[in-house]
Nanobody, 122 residues
């Protein structure tokens, strides 16, 4: 399976922006649907966004219009640009890879990174 390493997390104030990155290695990057999930303490891991090999994207309703997922095949990296951040966005953000075309559910993703902490607070 592929190996995934997240980076770019940190502390940001409400209304601010942050971009997290996921470096991919081990398999053909373009052959995967890439996703971002997040998990807050005591809560289930939830879907945030996904991008297919075609470039089409899918977003959770809670982040639509604020977050943008993208991929750079030359760098084997997927990004999540987060704008207009809210305290409820605070979570550990995980990237994941799937060979399922319409991957969105946790079960569809077989490879996961270790996560990067994003904290939105004044």
């Amino acid at each position: 399976q592929v190996q995934l390493v997240e980076s770019g997390g940190g502390l940001v104030q409400p209304g601010g922006s942050l971009r997290v990155s996921c470096a991919v290695s081990g398999r053909t990057f373009s052959g995967y649907t890439m996703g971002w999930f997040r998990q807050a303490p005591g809560k289930e891991r939830e879907f945030v966004a996904a991008i297919r090999w075609s470039g089409s994207t899918n977003y959770a309703n809670s982040v639509k219009g604020r977050f943008t997922i993208s991929r750079d095949n030359a760098k084997n990296t997927v990004y999540l640009q987060m704008n207009s951040l809210k305290p409820e966005d605070t979570a550990v953000y995980y990237c994941a890879a799937s060979n399922v075309l319409n991957a969105r559910a946790t079960f569809d993703f077989g490879s996961w990174g270790q996560g990067t902490q994003v904290t939105v607070s004044s």
